[in-house]
């Protein structure tokens, strides 16, 4: 009879790397972890990723520019090549906003030696619309990001493409049900 952790890697032995992904107030963290617990995978959120300069500015209400992200794409990029190296039999679970596909691509590339494929990554994006992630920040305490900076981020964020790896999850489900789709993506591949 085939385990949990049999069932969640994907065909032909490839490790399954996920990152949730979508604007802040989606639930990223929230998912990851759940999603974490359910699959005992391996969970990093990108916010760690981040210099303290780039926390700075956010925290500021500073949108951070194509320049900026440069520094933080690269060292969560790095960190996941690693991370795939060392352990190709587990999962790993990301929370990475992924706004633009070019930042996708750059993670799924800039860590990559030549002789590698780039990484086996399967985007989740956690969508909902601007009025209720905006209730969702309003009530957040604790976090860098400043909640006016949601615009900008609507303003940046790419839908995902049909040529890229992942599927969209509607946030206006409860965080189990959320993980219970994305389980069932994972069974299914």
């Known amino acids: 009879m085939a385990t949990l952790e049999d069932k969640n890697k994907k065909k032909n032995n490839e490790v ?3 990152v949730v992904m979508g604007v802040s107030g989606t639930g990223k963290t929230t998912i990851g972890e759940l999603l974490s617990n359910e699959t005992n995978w391996h969970f990093e959120d990108a916010d760690s990723f981040h210099t303290q300069e780039n926390k700075d500015k956010m925290s500021k209400g500073i949108a951070l520019t194509d320049e900026d992200r ?3 794409l690269k060292a969560m990029s790095d960190h996941m090549y690693e991370s795939w190296r060392e352990n190709k039999t587990e999962g790993h679970i990301y929370a990475c906003s992924c706004l633009k596909k070019k930042y996708r691509r750059a993670l799924m590339e800039e ?3 030549e002789e ?5 990554i399967d985007f989740v994006h956690l969508k909902g619309s601007y009025e209720v992630i905006e209730g969702r920040l309003s009530g957040r305490k604790g976090h860098f ?3 006016c900076l949601l615009k900008s981020q609507f303003d940046t964020l790419e839908d995902l493409q049909p040529d890229e790896r ?4 509607d946030i206006t ?7 219970q789709q994305i389980l069932s993506h994972i069974h299914k591949n």
Not at 166 to 169: L, S
């Open 166 to 169: 992942g599927y969209t999850v």
């Open 16 to 18: 399954q790397i996920i």
């Open 145 to 147: 990001f400043d909640p």
């Open 70 to 72: 440069k520094p933080w």
């Open 111 to 113: 860590g990559k030696k």
């Open 173 to 179: 489900h409860s965080p189990e049900e959320i993980v």
């Open 116 to 120: 590698e494929d780039i990484l086996p």
